[in-house]
T-cell receptor, first 116, second 113 residues
């Protein structure tokens, strides 16, 4: 298993500002993922972040709006840029591939973002 | 497109009653199946998973699920629920080795005293 720490756990931000969410894992992992969970909805994958390469974004998400860093195998950040109320969601960091044949995903506690 | 369908968005059930949360996925040669639980204001926690072998999988907190390939289903069951089981439950599928999980829309289980 993995222990994943996400910061901040929640924040209230003004529209037009940016927020950077941090994800720290207690072990080295190859694959890290960022999800968005809008109120009352399921998880939507934003992007896959692998160390040493550019993040891969899913349809509907772009780097200018959600820039991601992955400086090493235990850390990643997601920035929500130029925020609007529609960005109010829970943002979740996830890791996979902790061991050979391991297929499950582990999640951080999430960051609850409210944009006013 | 590959998809996961959770047929019930909300399931109210009385305490100590049995419950079944339904999950169906789009057909594929081989899949890995998962159920996650999300308690209020928390992240997702793995309940159980099916990778191969026995089709009946037992997880934490007394939950179990059965993989039915012919019906492309992976329903979650518990014979007797507790108030503490009140949470959101997500079914997830991995359709091939290196692809991200595909999540269902979730089922909100509300246990009534």
């Amino acid at each position: 298993s993995a222990v994943i720490s996400q910061k901040p756990s929640r924040d209230i931000c003004q529209r037009g500002t940016s927020l950077t969410i941090q994800c720290q894992v207690d072990s080295q992992v190859t694959m890290m993922f960022w999800y968005r969970q809008q109120p009352g909805q399921s998880l939507t994958l934003i992007a896959t972040a692998n160390q040493g390469s550019e993040a891969t974004y899913e349809s509907g998400f772009v780097i200018d709006k959600f820039p991601i860093s992955r400086p090493n195998l235990t850390f990643s950040t997601l920035t929500v840029s130029n925020m609007s109320p529609e960005d109010s969601s829970i943002y979740l960091c996830s890791v996979e591939g902790l061991g050979a044949g391991d297929t499950e995903a582990f999640f951080g506690q999430g960051t609850r973002l409210t944009v006013v | 497109a590959q998809s996961v369908t959770q047929l019930d968005s909300q399931v109210p059930v009385f305490e100590e009653a049995p419950v079944e949360l339904r999950c169906n996925y789009s057909s594929s040669v081989s899949v890995y199946l998962f159920w996650y639980v999300q308690y209020p204001n928390q992240g997702l926690q793995l309940l159980l998973k099916y990778l191969s072998g026995s089709t009946l999988v037992k997880g934490i907190n007394g939950f179990e699920a059965e993989f039915n390939k012919s019906q492309t289903s992976f329903h979650l069951r518990k014979p007797s629920v507790h108030i503490s089981d009140t949470a959101e439950y997500f079914c997830a599928v991995r359709y091939s080795g290196n692809t991200p999980l595909v999540f269902g829309k979730g089922t909100r289980l509300s246990v009534i005293a």
